[in-house]
């Protein structure tokens, strides 16, 4: 039987579909149960890329303002964390308000004029710029109540070299922007103000989500939809829309600024740790039917989500169960990690964007990202301080002790992490040498814990019971736990935490999960031939992990522990002994219950290997 077409009344993958002789009529026609009830529910994932947005990147024609302006900072060795930013009016004196004055005409493009328009612009000279600067935001806040974005902006003279000032109203749709003059507006002396009119022209020319429905040029009204030019087809990049469901609200239409960061909390939540390969989404959908309450996607390379590749954003997919969802990316340079956070910002739904700093595979240590970012302080910052400033959601960075077994700088690092722009840090209790071959050492997680403070730090490392929960709560300050490869062995040891009890669950309630695991997949994957052998390679992955766990119930002494190799044992039945085995072939036999058989000559090698199991 068809399992999407039995939940949803249609089958999308049509004639395609394995398991199509339950939705296919005699004559060749995809069957719809319902018609009056469409398939709906099939699309409650977001964060998939557009076709647009797609070419855009590929052809290298998508552009990130805020990047563009950060790593113009690192340039030019200007001040580059955004508390600066916020903190600026303090640092404004008389001698630095001509660097302002330079910043803002670095950071908004002026539309040409034609040498009329300029006759009649005032020409101003160099010495009241600032007051007449000033003055352009008193006038500004006065028509703060109109339905216009109203800035104020500078050209320099061609023919004097005097800077002329330009009281003009910037009116942002996408990429398209015009002007119209305004009226002189009266002096003022608010040192304040100048700094306040700095942050909004940056913000004009960072944000695209300013636009309104109907704006007022040159005294007519023109639809958000037609470009000042008069061409009505706009790209839908160039307009991007709010889409609501159910009742308009305020938090519907109020849109965040650059400055501002939607915050959230972390503390005493449970982590279901990003897992490569196998923290996929139908395996997130699992831990948080079991009480996950985080949530976040496989680790994602920036270079590959910046060239637009499918294979790199079907990691960034989100399922609507998925209440608190982060991303994981990794890099080693400021401007891919940075550009890669503006562009998730903009068009993905996320609740958190996260930095690997823990990865110890070859490949990515010796390109310079994962681990080897822990010894790169100065790359470190510049990528934790661009991200943060381009982002309008937390950020958080995941990290291992060090990179070598006795020399340990992870205490060194975080207490930097906080003033660069993190809003928490996890710390893996062991290194990039040790891999997993020795206990984590929580006693050091419990250090950095100490000097985190106040910002939150997780934990991560051998849990595999609510007793090892207690107790790693109980030795160390830190702010919740991540779970890694315990969820990989029992994904119901979030309920066991939450219940903190032990679960004797039996194989058939063991088997459910799986069968579970396999509708979430071809569900995502689909229901063709390729749809079913990928759900088949990745259940096959998980499952290299699952037949790591020993029921309750035969358990010589209670709890198991994560690192103890079990010895051979006869489950209660014959199911409960076939999912303990280590045989792949035994593997493939579960895998064909719920998917069929498989493929001729099929063959399977597990991608992850533990070397406490080697």
């Not at 339950?22 to 026609?29: A, C, D, K, L, P």
């Not at 328009?117 to 006038?139: I, Q």
């Not at 990202?369 to 958080?396: E, H, N, W, Y």
């Not at 019971?465 to 890694?484: I, P």
Request: hydrophobic content about 30%; overall charge negative; charged content about 25%.
């Amino acid at each position: 039987h068809c399992y999407i077409f039995e939940t949803y009344g249609f089958c999308p993958s049509g004639l395609a579909c394995r398991f199509g002789c339950s939705h296919i009529s005699s004559e060749q026609v995809n069957i719809q149960r319902d018609k009056s009830h469409p398939s709906s529910q099939l699309n409650s994932v977001c964060n998939v890329i557009p076709r647009y947005l797609q070419e855009q990147l590929r052809k290298r024609q998508l552009k990130f303002p805020r990047s563009s302006m950060y790593m113009k900072q690192l340039k030019n060795n200007q001040p580059s964390d955004s508390g600066d930013m916020k903190r600026g009016v303090d640092l404004v004196t008389p001698e630095s308000r001509d660097e302002i004055v330079d910043k803002i005409e670095d950071s908004v493009l002026v539309p040409e004029i034609n040498d009329s328009e300029k006759a009649s612009e005032p020409v101003v000279t160099e010495g009241s710029t600032t007051d007449a600067l000033v003055t352009g935001l008193e006038e500004e806040h006065k028509r703060s109540s109109e339905n216009m974005v109203g800035e104020t902006c500078l050209e320099y003279d061609n023919t004097s070299g005097n800077k002329k000032l330009f009281n003009e109203e910037i009116i942002v749709r996408g990429n398209e922007s015009e002007r119209t003059s305004l009226s002189d507006s009266k002096s003022g002396e608010d040192i304040s103000a100048v700094m306040d009119l700095c942050v909004d022209v940056m913000n004009v020319s960072s944000n695209e989500d300013r636009s309104k429905d109907k704006c007022s040029v040159n005294n007519k009204v023109v639809d958000a939809d037609t470009k000042v030019t008069g061409n009505p087809h706009v790209h839908p990049s160039d307009n991007p829309r709010t889409h609501t469901s159910g009742s308009l609200t305020n938090e519907d239409l109020v849109k965040l600024k650059p400055l501002e960061k939607k915050k959230v909390d972390f503390r005493d939540k449970l982590y279901l740790a990003p897992l490569t390969t196998v923290g996929n989404l139908p395996f997130r959908r699992i831990c948080k039917r079991y009480g996950a309450d985080i949530t976040c996607g496989e680790m994602a390379m920036s270079t590959n989500l910046l060239q637009g590749q499918q294979s790199e954003w079907a990691l960034l997919k989100r399922h609507e169960s998925e209440d608190l969802f982060g991303v994981q990316v990794c890099g080693s340079f400021p401007d891919t990690m940075t550009r890669c956070a503006e562009l998730i910002s903009s068009h993905c739904t996320v609740d958190f964007v996260d930095i690997n700093v823990g990865c110890p595979i070859d490949l990515v240590f010796k390109k310079g990202a994962g681990c080897a970012l822990m010894q790169r302080k100065t790359r470190f910052q510049q990528i934790v301080t661009g991200m943060s400033q381009v982002l309008d959601c937390p950020l958080t960075v995941k990290m291992r002790t060090g990179i070598y077994d006795k020399s340990w700088n992870a205490h060194k690092l975080i207490p930097n992490l906080h003033d660069w722009g993190a809003s928490l840090v996890t710390v893996h209790g062991r290194s990039r040498e040790q891999r997993y071959t020795k206990l984590a050492d929580w006693k050091y997680i419990n250090q950095c814990a100490q000097i985190a403070d106040p910002m939150p730090l997780f934990g991560n490392g051998d849990i595999l019971s609510f007793e090892d929960y207690n107790l790693f709560r109980e030795m160390s300050s830190v702010a919740g736990v991540m779970v890694a490869r315990g969820a990989l062995i029992k994904p119901w040891i979030f309920t066991e935490i939450k219940e903190q009890r032990h679960w004797d669950i039996s194989s058939s309630e063991r088997l459910d999960i799986i069968k579970e695991y396999t509708h979430y997949g071809l569900e995502h994957w689909g229901s063709d031939t390729q749809g079913v052998e990928r759900t088949r390679r990745f259940l096959l992955e998980w499952l290299s992990f699952l037949h790591r766990y020993i029921p309750v119930g035969i358990l010589e002494r209670v709890p198991q522990r994560i690192n103890e190799r079990p010895p051979y044992y006869e489950g209660r039945d014959e199911m409960e002994t076939l999912m303990s085995s280590r045989n792949c072939q035994d593997w493939i036999k579960i895998s064909e219950m719920f998917l069929g058989p498989v493929p001729i000559n099929f063959s399977f090698l597990p991608k992850h290997k533990a070397n406490s199991y080697s």
